[in-house]
């Protein structure tokens, strides 16, 4: 199985470049954003839960995320692998993803991580709010928020990676497709 992780700061890209990447090597796209906007959407329990958070720009809780995860990964037992988006956002996700994987008999083969200024970020994010009716995009200081809570918990999670070298820097500001041919290089080196 080739599970990859693409990381990176709200804003950088991600969902955006998962998208192309999904189409191009087959992966299992796994977004824990989307999935709890789905939630969110479905008035369920959990979606009421998490949007106490998100609204605010703060991470929701690691045991909600974990569980949402494990469920993905169990459903899907047949795929070549996963793209994780947006997870994990702290070590705990990460250690709780490692054993999940290990439990499957495989591993995390590759961390791709998107640098992107803070302010090209906000830029964004406020761009996409005019049209995307997410409520965290709307209000700049949620957006610095979220910004904050990125360097504060989650960034971590590259080191935690790059302890095992798994973890390959990307230039995030440019073309849609300058930066999706920089990841596929990463990945068809790394397949190779
Ligand atoms: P996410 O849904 O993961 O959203 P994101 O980080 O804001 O966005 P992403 O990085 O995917 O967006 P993209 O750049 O593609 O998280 C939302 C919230 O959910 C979190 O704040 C948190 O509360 C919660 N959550 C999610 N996962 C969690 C977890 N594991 N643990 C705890 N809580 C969790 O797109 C941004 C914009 O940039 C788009 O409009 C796009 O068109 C544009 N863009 C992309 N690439 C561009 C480029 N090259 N040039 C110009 N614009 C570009």
Redesign the pocket.
Known sequence: MFNLILF?P???????QSENLIKKYGLKHL????L?RSEIKQGTPLGMEAKS??DK????PNEV?IGMISSAVDANPKVAGFLF?????TTA?ADALDKLLELKKTSISLMLALEVSEEELVK??L??GQTSGRS?DTNENVIRE?INVYHNETSAVAEHYRKFNKVEMIEGE???DE?FASISKEIDAKLK
């Open positions: 990176g709200p804003g950088s890209g991600k969902g955006t977004s824990t954003g989307d709890l958070f998100m720009g703060q991470l929701v995320v988006d947006g997870f994990p956002r996700q964004r994010l761009k996409r965290d979220r440019g073309s849609i930066i």
